[in-house]
């Protein structure tokens, strides 16, 4: 072979070596500057007084993926408009003091509150995840739409029982089962199709669970990644339980705690109802006349959806399309301050 074409030759072989990452066995660069970035959303507030901590940096988070520390590239304030799926229980439980027993209540407290560029669904926990109102529809038929999903909801309550000893008499007695699977992979489908990119992904349950179906846990994974990686954000209305928390290693697919812990979990938040057990109380005495009215609750819960810290950082690890456990923590002083609650959620779709 002549010299010239043997120098081009290696010529060909040095460059590409320097360029595929072959020279001196070297791999291919993957490194943390080509990698895409990961974000997160993350709310700060005051256990005591629900205020919002608004004036943190970066330097005052540290963040943790599958134990590792990692390097946060910026953290920023940002605003985006909601787009919402109602999660309507079919078995609504008793809140008096709030706005979940009321459907006009409810949309009117809706109408006001949601803002020109914020779209609202409707889906029920049956079955099938019925839609009761998809995305699109005018604000002013949300009326007629949560009367619709209140009607369903009290039929599909509590069958009657009759009264043995008068027959013209019947009382509630018993529920039927509630399917939050359905209807939480009908919100996904809603929000997938029809969520604007800007959007801020929320599922809001309405009421509490009871006599939970909690379908099979394989499909119960397959939602939680779906959740995830697509950065929804579960909160609840009228929750009658005490927020529950899972990390991704323990997640209890199969079992009602992972719809009850799936707020911390996706990094939203519950609204509880009040006026709690035992439920003769709620009879038998005077409840106060609350300090907040119930629309103002429900107002000050989609602020802290809407505005929230977002937060961009870069894995060390390599390898991608997988969820992975997140921790967040506040850094130097704000480490030990107990009265500081942190929502954000507790995993990431690391996808490469």
């Excluded at 940096?57 to 990692?70: C, I």
């Excluded at 439980?93 to 407290?109: H, I, Q, V």
Aim: aromatic share 8%.
């Amino acid at each position: 072979m002549p010299q010239t074409k043997i120098k081009k030759l290696l010529q060909n072989i040095f460059v590409a070596a320097i360029f595929g990452g072959l020279f001196f066995g070297t791999q291919p660069l993957i490194s943390a500057q080509n990698s895409r970035l990961t974000e997160i959303s993350a709310q700060v507030v005051k256990i005591d007084s629900g205020e919002i901590v608004d004036n943190l940096t970066a330097g005052d988070f540290r963040l943790y993926e599958n134990g590792r520390a990692q390097k946060i590239v910026s953290v920023e304030r940002e605003t985006r408009p909601l787009s919402i799926v109602i999660a309507f229980v079919t078995n609504p439980g008793s809140c008096p003091d709030g706005l979940t027993n009321n459907a006009s209540r409810l949309a009117a407290a809706f109408q006001k509150i949601l803002t020109a560029n914020e779209d609202l669904a409707i889906v029920m926990t049956d079955k099938n995840g019925s839609i009761v109102r998809g995305f699109g529809r005018a604000a002013a038929s949300l009326g007629e739409d949560f009367a619709k999903a209140e009607n369903i909801a009290g039929k599909n309550s509590f069958p009657p029982v009759f009264n043995d000893n008068n027959p013209n008499v019947n009382s509630n007695g018993g529920v039927y089962e509630i399917y939050p699977l359905p209807a939480l992979q009908m919100a996904v489908k809603l929000l997938r199709e029809n969520a604007p990119r800007a959007s801020r992904r929320v599922i809001l349950f309405v009421n509490a669970l009871e006599n939970t179906n909690v379908g099979k846990a394989d499909a119960g994974r397959a939602l939680l990644h779906d959740l995830i990686s697509e950065q929804t954000t579960l909160a609840w209305l009228g929750s009658g339980d005490d927020e529950k928390s899972f990390d991704l290693a323990g997640a209890p697919f199969g079992k009602r705690k992972f719809y009850l812990g799936m707020t911390d979990f996706s990094g939203g938040e519950s609204q509880p109802c009040k006026a709690q057990k035992p439920v003769i109380d709620l009879f038998s005495k005077p409840r106060p006349t609350p300090s907040v009215q119930a629309e103002d609750e429900l107002a000050e819960l989609l602020d802290r959806l809407r505005t929230r810290y977002h937060i961009s950082y870069r894995s060390n690890d390599a390898v991608g399309d997988e969820l992975r456990g997140v921790r967040l923590e506040l850094n130097g002083a704000g480490r030990n301050d107990k009265n500081t609650l942190i929502h954000y959620p507790k995993a990431v779709h690391a996808a490469r």
